[in-house]
């Protein structure tokens, strides 16, 4: 199996990569950071492109060294922006955050489907993933329900080609009091591990979904 996973140059991206590759697949990884995506590339002992997949140019430029047959897609975001408190944001810093939050986990996703979506086989996968729980009400939180609305959308498009659409998002965490299900697993190879099942035989029947890594705790407690 031909996978490719956006966000290679971080440490999600990388552990995503890792799981498709120990599973046996030949994996190519993408990522806008040259250094730390080449670092990923050799230590995982596999190919690598460069490129900003929030960017339709960049994209563009690359758009003949993505495999000609894929697949599986994971889509993961690479923030390169840190936004700081939001407690002393100005309206403009307010804007940039809710801009870069859409460009980061919708955005990228969105034009790499666009640029690679027609390589994928015939019952291939399009995993798209949300790596924090985000706070009510904030942009994330917006921006991954858009995602989540966008994930049905193209799981009825692909759905024609027997591709399945999914997203892979971190769910709430554990509370105080409550343990959870193997609380102490990393939530990056739990995600891993998802996304994995999501590309299987196994899990054809499922897509259009937002599905949650939450270590075992309920959505609503108490």
Not at 81 to 92: C, H, I, V
Not at 179 to 195: C, F, Q, R, W
């Amino acid at each position: 199996m031909e996978v490719l996973v956006t966000g290679g140059d971080t440490d999600l991206g990388r552990t995503i990569a890792e799981s498709f590759r120990d599973a046996g697949h030949r994996v190519v990884i993408s990522g806008a950071r040259r250094d730390d995506l080449e670092v990923a590339a050799k230590e995982l002992d596999v190919d690598a492109i460069v490129c900003d997949n929030t960017d339709p140019a960049s994209l563009e430029q690359v758009r003949s060294l993505f495999p000609h047959h894929l697949d599986t897609i994971v889509n993961v975001p690479a923030p390169m922006w840190d936004a700081g408190d939001p407690r002393t944001f100005s309206l403009a810093d307010h804007a940039a955050a809710w801009r870069h939050a859409l460009d980061a986990t919708l955005l990228s996703a969105m034009l790499t489907v666009q640029v690679v979506g027609d390589h994928l086989r015939s019952g291939g996968s399009i995993i798209s993933v949300v790596p924090e729980n985000p706070r009510d009400g904030s942009a994330d939180a917006a921006i991954k329900a858009a995602l989540a609305n966008w994930t049905q959308g193209q799981a009825t498009h692909f759905g024609t080609r027997g591709i399945t659409v999914n997203t892979v998002a971190s769910g709430r965490r554990a509370q105080e009091g409550y343990a959870g299900i193997g609380s102490e697993a990393p939530v990056a190879s739990e995600i891993a591990k998802l996304a994995l099942f999501l590309s299987t035989p196994a899990a054809r029947h499922i897509t259009g979904q937002t599905m949650h890594v939450s270590n075992g705790a309920l959505a609503h407690l108490g």
